[in-house]
């Protein structure tokens, strides 16, 4: 039997400073004492990396999973702008208006817990049907500029409904399975690049608010000469030859969607056809392809215009006295054994698979990790599905109040979402402080948050709410670009495409059942989805000050 120690379950301190470059042989370095055999091929993975520093290969890594990130919120902002033009064309009621945010996350779910996070740690390249990092980087953007370009067809809500949850599912993957290659490609000094890719958030929601601010109000159905909106063309109580919101006359929200699957498409081309990726190293040696691994390292290295240290030898060394050293049951290889790895027959690969997924819960402080992470994850997105669901809505109405134009108010969400940007920076400024700053960060942040859908809640004056919405996503870009960042960095690569999924799903699957909530309660009172989004997001801060600071900021497997 595999024993949990020997997959790989790393939770340690930081490691001391100065580490040595690669050398002629790697046997008893003293670094590597207490570590696993696939640990220590991976810190010899981290060397060569840390050898190159930030070359022209990560750079384009960094920016094409930023580009993954800019798609994430610029669907789960897209939906929100949309769909008063989108209620007011096919007639459906306030309670009614929540299905596209769940339509959008169940998709969601479904792309990060049962395939995206969780098939990019198993299934292997050059297996059946070919996944692995490398296709799964690929293929998650091609489905959502798919789905994308076809949301501006439907005549019905049914239809949008549908296409948005497959939209939604290629959408899903882009968060783990970003974070997880820009780590394991990143030198260790360039880890708090981790959290500047969540810059790419708020300039998606930016770029999305910017198009629908150019589209929507000129080409929206508006007000008839009553001054209430046009009523839907499907509606009971339209009276024969009146005036009501034709398809033609709201074309807005499609030219919109049409733009935002373009731009989709533009970044799977940069991804598939102009740059060539290459499955991460560490991920090769977690399945057992160790001279693969070599051949990437030697190809990232000359793309960076250097040589590379690192050899099959260096490998085939730590293998070697590895078997030298064991005295259990040798016929069932471990993590990270190379070609006996890959020898291994199905059952062997399905004892090693099981071990793997015990990784999360080895013993109490990755157990006690690992349900705070899903709690932080299902409050954060119950919080921010809400507030990215509803706040647009909320602001039409609030501003509708008092007196000002559909035009200025779209006008205003570019001014509101232009400072996450800030958000994140002061994130990042924050996650290079060691240990303290990633979790103080969080609970700072998560906590104005809350404090700011409270406020919000309380008043109406056009000053206060650009103010309070700018506050609530300035602190919202913070607290993610914290959270995003650290993550991949609290599991070692055997499972962390799939912890992050796990992390992922727990968090998809509160916001299919937030907004549906919010739904309900806005009906009754405009500012009750306020109340629950903010109550959601005091539910992370607790839990984040529950972690325990060592968790934060070791060295990545």
């Known amino acids: 039997m595999v024993a949990a120690k020997d ?35 991976a810190f010899l993975v981290n060397r060569e990396l840390d050898s190159h520093g930030m070359g022209k290969y990560q750079w384009y890594i960094f920016f094409l999973c930023g ?53 990019v740690d198993i299934i292997e390249p050059g297996v059946n049907f070919l996944l692995g990092r490398q296709y799964a980087f690929n293929l998650t953007v091609l489905i959502s500029s798919i789905f994308g370009l076809c949301l501006a067809a439907p005549s019905n809500y049914n239809g949008v409904l549908v296409l948005t949850a497959f939209v939604g599912f290629g959408v899903g993957g882009n968060i783990p399975i970003d ?20 810059i790419f958030q708020p300039l998606g929601v930016v770029i999305c608010s910017g198009i629908a601010y150019g589209f929507i109000p000129p080409y929206s159905c508006g007000n008839g000469s009553d001054g209430n909106p046009l009523p839907a063309c499907s509606s009971s109580k339209l009276a024969p030859g009146a005036r009501c919101c034709t398809k033609g006359s709201n074309m807005g929200w499609r030219y919109t969607l049409i733009c935002l699957g373009a731009i989709c498409l533009a970044i799977f081309f940069l991804r598939f056809v102009v740059f060539n990726f290459q499955e991460s190293p560490k991920y090769l040696l977690s399945r057992g392809k160790d001279e693969k691994a070599v051949k990437v390292l030697q190809h990232i ?27 259990g049951d040798a016929a069932t290889p471990v993590l990270g054994a190379g070609a006996k790895q890959l020898n291994s027959t199905w059952a062997q690969k399905i004892t090693i698979e099981m071990q793997r997924f015990k990784i999360l819960f080895s013993n109490f402080k990755a157990a006690r990790l690992t349900v705070l992470v899903w709690i932080t994850y299902m409050f954060d997105y119950w919080g ?25 108010t779209y006008r205003n969400f570019v001014i509101i979402y232009i400072c996450g940007i800030p958000g994140v ?64 960095e609290a599991f070692p690569a055997p499972i962390r495409g799939t912890a992050c999924g796990l992390a ?4 998809r699957l509160f916001s299919i059942v937030s907004p549906l909530i919010g739904a309900v309660l806005l009906e009754k009172d405009l500012n009750a989805p306020l109340y629950l989004a903010g109550g959601g997001v005091f539910i992370c801060t607790i839990a984040i000050v529950l972690m325990q600071t060592s968790s934060m900021g070791g060295q990545s497997y």
């Open 384 to 408: 921010f599905s809400i507030a990215g669901s509803f706040l647009p809505k909320i602001l039409l109405e609030k501003n509708s109040a008092i007196k000002v134009s559909v035009s200025e």
């Open 7 to 41: 997959l790989g379950v790393i939770f340690k301190e930081d490691p001391p400073e100065g580490r040595p470059a690669i050398q002629n042989g790697v046997l008893g370095d003293p670094e590597m004492e207490g570590l696993t055999l696939y640990e220590k091929k």
């Open 67 to 119: 580009f993954g990130y800019l798609i994430d919120l610029l669907y789960a902002q897209a939906f929100g702008l949309v769909e008063p033009a989108i209620q007011q064309e096919f007639g459906f009621g306030n309670a009614q208006s929540g299905n596209i945010f769940s339509s959008f996350s169940a998709g969601l779910t479904a792309g990060q817990a049962f395939v995206w996070g969780v098939l």
């Open 504 to 507: 992922s799903f727990w968090g």
């Open 301 to 327: 290295a000359k793309f960076n215009g250097c040589e590379s240290s690192i050899s099959m030898e260096d490998f085939e060394a730590l293998t070697n006295e590895e078997a030298s050293r064991s005295s």
């Open 179 to 198: 974070t997880t290659i820009c780590l394991e490609f990143l030198p260790q000094n360039r880890r708090f690049l981790l959290a500047m890719l969540s």
């Open 425 to 488: 920076l002061m994130g990042v400024m924050m996650y290079m402080v060691p240990r303290v700053g990633r979790k103080w960060a969080m609970v700072f942040s998560s906590a104005l948050m809350g404090v700011s859908l409270f406020l919000f809640a309380a008043v109406n004056t056009e000053a206060s709410n650009i103010g309070l919405n700018a506050m609530e996503y300035f602190f919202q870009s913070m607290f993610n670009a914290v959270l995003y960042g650290w993550t991949p």
